[in-house]
């Protein structure tokens, strides 16, 4: 896992120079690209390199390349990590899931233990207890105080 989150530490620093934090106000308002709008901006893009004539002369077509090719190449990395980040929160869930069967399993153990009066089962369960309120207390929990 070390290994793994100095390759993490690795990515972040050599993609600081492209990425950038938006507030959630400018994430409202730009213009959003998606797989749709990506084809539009690669088809404009090679109209506008085969009928310069058709493009604005104050649009600099070596900035429109350049925000194209990072874009592009970004939207790629995107949908890579995307998919890692799938399979590792589906397996965080998976490993999660048999962790929490196995707790469960010797939390009823320990209670039932517990109920036979074995030697130290009792402070086992008392302590495990708390993380399984009763309806009771979870109902009470719920509603609030009245004065």
């Known amino acids: 896992m070390t290994q793994v989150y ?6 972040k620093t050599a993609l600081a120079p492209y ?26 893009r090679d ?5 310069p004539a058709l493009v604005p002369s104050y649009l600099d077509i070596d ?3 350049k925000g194209f090719s990072d874009a592009r190449d970004l939207w790629r ?10 399979a590792i929160s589906d397996t965080v869930m998976l490993a999660g899931s048999e962790a929490y069967h196995a707790a469960l399993v010797v939390y009823h153990n320990v209670q039932a233990a517990a109920k036979q009066d074995i030697p130290g089962a009792k402070a086992v369960y008392e302590n495990l207890k708390p993380h399984f309120p009763s309806g ?7 509603e609030p105080e009245t004065p």
């Not at 950038?20 to 709008?37: C, N, V, W, Y």
């Not at 990395?77 to 799938?86: D, G, S, Y």
Request: no cysteine.
């Open 6 to 11: 100095d390759q993490i530490e690795a990515v």
């Open 19 to 44: 990425t950038f934090a938006l507030t959630p106000q400018e994430r409202h308002a730009i213009l959003k690209m998606g797989d749709k709008s990506l084809a539009f901006v690669e088809k404009t």
């Open 47 to 51: 109209y506008a390199h085969d009928n």
């Open 63 to 65: 900035d429109f390349d």
């Open 77 to 86: 990395l995107h949908t890579a990590i995307r998919q890692l980040e799938e």
């Open 136 to 142: 009771k207390k979870r109902n009470a929990a719920a």
